[in-house]
């Protein structure tokens, strides 16, 4: 199975919060499926939330490369944040 980002932490959380669930999904021929689906709609959620991220906390006025990825790196850790409680959801 490759999944992404969150389709890695969303097969995670399964692994250790639901694991019958899990079970379940794998002996219907499910899981995949439904990871893929969950981690569609997490990123659909993320491109929203990281535009409002952005329009809330605005870049800074600079050319420097080292505070530009730091602005980054604080936009994805925002995000990220915001979608655990998705991430998180039994599917």
Known sequence: M????YGEMILTNLEKNYPFRKQELELTGELEIKIFEREKYILGL??????????????????EISVLAKYQ?????LVDEALMKEILQKI
């Open 2 to 5: 490759i999944f992404g980002k």
């Open 46 to 63: 993320k491109e929203q939330i990281e535009k409002q991220m952005r329009e809330k906390y605005k870049a800074p006025d600079t050319h």
């Open 73 to 77: 790196k604080m936009i994805d850790a």
